[in-house]
């Protein structure tokens, strides 16, 4: 082997850095941030939830609420018969739900999401657990740049 090994292994570190930065860790980041979505809508559909019980420990038939129209811009609203409830269920379509419906759909709904979250929390493993492998693949290349001329002929 030559001199050119050197240059030969700080171009593959280059190359194994790179992939970490540009494709891993990139990887990693989506699925944490889809992961974060998913515990998002799962807290969304608790609280509604926890309204629904409200509702009905309360056993009162109209109800007053604070409305978000977005941007943190709120109207009060008077909701005059709280027997029934439109349930968001995606793309953009409502459903109307007895208390009962709605509550049997949240769990369904969130059982459903939980799953998700266990599939993405094994991607973000398997993610990081790529991460560490060209980590160490890359403290091998550079122990290996360390090593005198003879021994380098013979690991190449």
């Known amino acids: 082997m030559t001199s050119g090994a050197p240059d030969i292994i700080n171009e593959k570190v280059l190359q194994y850095e790179t992939f970490i930065s540009e494709v891993l860790r990139r990887d990693l980041q989506r699925v944490l941030e889809q992961r974060d979505g998913?515990?998002?809508?799962?807290?969304?559909?608790?609280?509604?939830?926890?309204?629904?019980?409200?509702?009905?420990?309360?056993?009162?038939?109209?109800l007053k609420t604070d409305v978000d129209l977005g941007?943190?811009?709120?109207?009060?609203?008077?909701?005059?018969?709280?027997?029934?409830?439109?349930?968001?269920?995606?793309?953009?379509?409502?459903?109307?739900?007895t208390h009962a419906e709605a509550l049997k759909f949240i769990e369904k709904k969130t059982n459903q999401l939980t799953e998700y979250t266990e599939v993405l929390t094994k991607d973000a493993a398997k993610?990081?657990?790529?991460?560490?492998?060209?980590?160490?693949?890359?403290?091998?290349?550079?122990?290996?740049?360390?090593?005198?001329?003879?021994?380098?002929?013979?690991?190449?």
């Open 127 to 156: 993610l990081k657990a790529n991460i560490r492998m060209v980590l160490e693949g890359l403290r091998e290349l550079q122990g290996l740049k360390d090593l005198p001329e003879t021994r380098r002929r013979e690991v190449f």
């Open 38 to 62: 998913v515990y998002e809508k799962m807290a969304q559909y608790l609280q509604l939830k926890n309204t629904i019980k409200s509702i009905q420990e309360s056993d009162s038939k109209e």
């Open 71 to 97: 941007c943190s811009f709120y109207v009060q609203a008077h909701v005059p018969d709280t027997s029934k409830i439109c349930v968001a269920v995606g793309y953009g379509f409502f459903i109307e739900f």
